[in-house]
């Protein structure tokens, strides 16, 4: 079984997608430090303290996680089946059998656009279940959707 990684860009993808969260809290502790934490902390209580924790956390988690999430992402084309497996405190692996493909998408939002990566998604005949595969480059994404959408009409022409 050959096991692919994912394109090195996605860690900037993710790093991008992570520093606006971390900016998003960081303003957010800070609105809350000043207009509602006021009433709760005790007087002389040191103001932005819980805005630069948060900030430093935020920083942290965009610096490291990312990094870490990528490592662990791993995905192959086997002969019967398409195994993702990825994680980082909870690993998950699946396993989804061509037979049970329904149709594939390839997604791609602006920044991933501008970086040209893309994000294979396989829908199954089961309702809600789906295996993504993110961070492709946009022309890999595409070859391994129309691959998968190839295995799907052979295996419709063969008989039953």
């Not at 309702?127 to 295995?151: F, K, M, S, V």
Request: proline residues 6%; charged residues 20%; aromatic residues 10%.
């Amino acid at each position: 079984m050959e096991m692919r990684r994912l394109a090195p860009r996605v860690r900037l993808l993710w790093r991008v997608r992570a520093l606006v969260w971390a900016v998003g809290l960081t303003v957010g502790a800070w609105m809350g430090e000043l207009h509602l934490l006021p009433r709760y902390l005790p007087d002389g209580w040191p103001r932005g303290w819980i805005t630069a924790g948060v900030g430093v956390l935020g920083l942290a988690w965009t610096l490291t996680i990312p990094a870490i999430r990528y490592r662990r992402w791993r995905y192959a084309l086997r002969s019967r089946d398409l195994w993702i497996h990825y994680g980082i405190l909870w690993r998950t692996v699946s396993v989804i059998p061509y037979i049970r493909l329904q149709f594939v998408d390839t997604e791609q939002g602006p920044v991933a656009r501008i970086l040209g990566l893309a994000t294979l998604v396989v829908h199954t005949a089961a309702p809600g279940t789906a295996g993504r595969i993110p961070g492709l480059d946009a022309g890999e994404a595409e070859d391994l959707r129309e691959r998968l959408a190839h295995l799907e009409e052979v295996r419709s022409d063969e008989p039953t």
